[in-house]
């Protein structure tokens, strides 16, 4: 029962965590061609790409389009144009390719300490987390029946009953019953592939591509290998490292693309709840062909957010990012910088655009400047002792 239920978990997350991408494509009104690739680009390509790398490496190796990354374009708005996104997404998975070669992936891990990077995520997530209770203002019955059961879910501390399981079962019985949920639009249930041709502009290329390098490698694939490293497997890091960055850069062209190791995924398949160490793999594998249905099925997926009540995406994607949340927080919090990951946490918050530069770029270099300024010697101490 255990590598199942781990399985149901990550499947589960992966479509808890759909209502991002929709929730961009309805705000930018894409077509369902645009949204349905869009799908395949962010779950199929590194469902693929995962089935691979654990077929070759016998490892929980598990891709995902990069969640961090997803949040982020939903706070970026609609300021800079589809074509744009994908052009600056390209060249992110171009840096990527590149960092592993050039040894820069050291110089980031050391440079860059890991509190600042929790404070951006917990800067960009929290947002979400909020939203949820001003949907619940909105829908009491609907949104108060989904957060209820997320709760139950919860404190029963289950691990073959992932929270957001039933917290999904209640909000759609609600909105069957009182008569919110739609039908399904007469469509091919396939994806219609839609490509997008990349365009690039500075402004673009300064907002977007070094957060999402930053994304990619710092929350999501270097903690990831870390975390495997620990329970003894030896991860192909020049692979992984490369993988992602042409992943993102083939991608993209279906829209604005990121792929990474997935941290929650890979701590769900080395957990021992999980079971033996070889089963790892086969869950991974799993769960891999569970995003990859998700992908398939893009062409239903594309219509989510006309089926399902918008306060119920709300509510998901604010459910989904509960533990990025406590742990980005609980990272950013623990010492011994304080002062740089506080600036960098209130500025990724805010809506400040200095130069036409979103607030991520300036939360990263507020922190950094902060802590150089009013916490030089621990930030000295961290960077002379971080891992590479």
Same mark, same amino acid.
């Given at each position: 029962?255990?590598?199942?239920? &781990?399985? #149901? ?7 808890? %965590? ?8 309805? $705000? ?15 779950? =199929? ?6 089935? +691979? ?10 891709? #995902?389009?990069?969640?961090?990354? @997803? /949040? ?9 144009? @589809?074509? $744009? ?11 990527? #390719? ?32 909020? $939203? ?20 139950? &879910? ?5 691990? @073959? %009953? ?21 039908? *399904?639009? !007469? ?9 997008? @041709? ?42 992984? =490292?490369?993988?992602? =960055? ?6 993209? +062209? ?8 997935? %941290? ?15 089963? =790892?793999?086969? *869950? ?62 209130? /500025?990724?918050?805010? $809506? ?12 990263? !270099?507020?922190? /950094? ?20």
């Amino acid at each position: 029962m255990a590598p199942l239920a &781990a399985t #149901t978990s990550m499947v589960v997350i992966f479509v808890a %965590l759909l209502a991002v991408p929709v929730q961009v494509a309805s $705000d930018r009104e894409l077509s369902p061609a645009q949204t349905g690739s869009w799908i395949m680009a962010l779950f =199929g390509i590194p469902a693929v790409l995962s089935l +691979l790398l654990i077929w070759r490496y016998r490892q929980p190796l598990v891709l #995902t389009g990069n969640v961090f990354v @997803w /949040i982020y374009l939903v706070r970026l708005g609609s300021g800079i144009s @589809w074509s $744009d996104l994908v052009g600056a997404s390209m060249l992110a998975g171009v840096i990527v #390719t590149t960092l592993g070669p050039l040894r820069l992936t050291r110089f980031l891990t050391r440079w860059l300490p890991s509190s600042i990077v929790s404070a951006l995520l917990a800067g960009a997530v929290l947002g979400f987390f909020i $939203d949820l209770f001003s949907a619940l203002n909105r829908e009491l019955v609907l949104v108060g029946a989904t957060l209820v059961a997320y709760l139950l &879910a919860r404190s029963v501390g289950r691990a @073959w %009953l992932p929270p957001m399981l039933p917290a999904l079962a209640a909000g759609l019985a609600v909105a069957a019953t009182t008569g919110q949920l739609h039908s *399904v639009p !007469g469509t091919s249930v396939l994806p219609a592939i839609s490509l997008t @041709w990349p365009t690039f502009s500075l402004t673009a290329i300064a907002t977007v591509t070094p957060v999402v390098v930053l994304l990619m490698t710092l929350p999501t694939n270097i903690p990831s290998m870390v975390l495997l490293e620990n329970h003894g497997y030896q991860p192909p890091k020049g692979v992984i =490292g490369a993988v992602s =960055g042409l992943s993102t850069i083939a991608g993209s +062209l279906l829209g604005p693309s990121a792929t990474s190791l997935s %941290l929650p995924g890979v701590a769900i398949c080395v957990a021992p709840e999980t079971g033996e160490r070889r089963l =790892g793999p086969h *869950v991974a594998a799993m769960a891999s062909i569970g995003g990859l249905a998700i992908a398939v099925l893009g062409g239903v997926a594309a219509h989510t957010a006309t089926i399902v009540p918008r306060e119920l995406l709300v509510a998901a994607v604010g459910l989904a990012v509960v533990g990025i949340v406590a742990n980005s927080l609980g990272s950013a919090t623990r010492g011994p910088l304080l002062l740089g990951p506080l600036f960098t946490f209130a /500025i990724a918050m805010s $809506d400040m655009s200095l130069l036409g530069l979103g607030s991520f770029p300036w939360a990263i !270099g507020g922190g /950094i400047t902060v802590s150089l300024l009013l916490e030089r010697k621990q930030f000295l101490e961290l960077a002379s002792t971080s891992r590479p």
